[in-house]
């Protein structure tokens, strides 16, 4: 007689992939067992059909099971930024009749991955450059410019680190490494308006490898004052 329903290894199954994992790969087995012998024993799985949260889409264009196997699939690339978590009902039937049925649930955890480069958004760069002016009557140590960037990733792989390298004529400027504050370092009070330096600005994020942003900055001594004539 079927009188035992399947019943899963566990009531929650716990997985993680890493965003844009190729489709169709495989994400985890869940498993059943019946205690009744023959047909009344035989598991077979399927998908519960349920909507994916805000990343919207119904479930099963985002994962299959093996109805044999309980094998679960990827049907698609996921993409950290649009979805977290991903809650999967796999449900057991028995062959018997009447069929005899219990499900779990499998939580697919999506990994963040360094997939974002910084961006700069304040000074805005024209051409990968920017230009600072500088009043060359400037007090030592006065910031001078702030840099703004933002980096789509989580954690650590959003996490900024501003550099100004290959400075030239001669160092005169340093920037905050988490800051993104431009300090005037050097004396430009001899120098004349007009005058420019120029300074590779590197903004990298925390991802393993890191995500680098370019830009080549002008500096731009401007006028002390009005001279009298």
Same mark, same amino acid.
């Given at each position: 007689?079927? /009188?035992?329903?399947?019943?899963?290894?566990?009531?929650?199954? =716990?997985?993680?992939?890493?965003?844009?994992?190729?489709?169709?790969?495989?994400?985890?087995?869940?498993?059943?067992? /019946?205690?009744?012998?023959?047909?009344?024993?035989?598991?077979?799985?399927?998908?519960?059909?349920? =909507?994916?949260?805000?990343?919207?889409?119904?479930?099963?264009?985002?994962?299959?099971?093996?109805?044999?196997?309980?094998?679960?699939? !990827?049907?698609?690339?996921?993409?950290?930024?649009?979805?977290?978590?991903?809650?999967?009902?796999?449900?057991?039937?028995?062959?018997?009749?009447?069929?005899?049925?219990?499900?779990?649930?499998?939580?697919?955890?999506?990994? /963040?991955?360094? /997939?974002?480069?910084?961006?700069?958004?304040?000074?805005?760069?024209?051409?990968?450059?920017?230009?600072? !002016?500088?009043?060359?009557?400037?007090?030592? +140590?006065?910031?001078?410019?702030?840099?703004?960037?933002? +980096?789509? +990733? =989580?954690?650590?792989?959003?996490?900024?680190?501003?550099?100004?390298?290959?400075?030239?004529?001669? =160092?005169?400027?340093?920037?905050?490494?988490?800051?993104?504050?431009?300090?005037?370092?050097?004396?430009?009070?001899?120098?004349?308006?007009?005058?420019?330096?120029?300074?590779?600005?590197?903004?990298? +994020?925390?991802?393993?490898?890191?995500?680098?942003?370019?830009?080549?900055?002008?500096?731009?001594?401007?006028?002390?004052?009005?001279?009298?004539?």
């Amino acid at each position: 007689e079927n /009188d035992n329903a399947p019943l899963f290894t566990r009531p929650v199954y =716990e997985v993680s992939v890493r965003e844009n994992n190729p489709p169709g790969a495989y994400l985890a087995t869940v498993a059943a067992r /019946d205690r009744d012998l023959g047909r009344n024993g035989q598991v077979t799985y399927r998908l519960l059909e349920a =909507e994916v949260g805000r990343a919207g889409g119904a479930v099963s264009t985002y994962v299959s099971v093996d109805p044999a196997t309980g094998a679960i699939y !990827a049907l698609r690339s996921f993409d950290y930024e649009t979805l977290r978590q991903l809650d999967v009902r796999i449900q057991a039937s028995d062959g018997g009749s009447p069929q005899l049925s219990s499900s779990a649930l499998v939580q697919v955890r999506v990994l /963040d991955q360094n /997939d974002h480069a910084p961006v700069l958004v304040h000074p805005a760069p024209a051409n990968g450059s920017l230009e600072v !002016a500088v009043p060359g009557r400037t007090a030592k +140590d006065t910031v001078v410019a702030r840099v703004q960037a933002r +980096d789509a +990733d =989580e954690g650590a792989n959003g996490e900024l680190a501003f550099e100004l390298q290959q400075q030239e004529p001669r =160092e005169a400027f340093a920037i905050g490494r988490r800051t993104g504050e431009i300090l005037l370092t050097g004396d430009l009070s001899q120098e004349p308006p007009g005058r420019v330096f120029r300074a590779l600005l590197v903004i990298s +994020d925390g991802g393993r490898p890191p995500l680098t942003t370019t830009a080549t900055v002008s500096f731009v001594v401007t006028a002390h004052h009005h001279h009298h004539h």
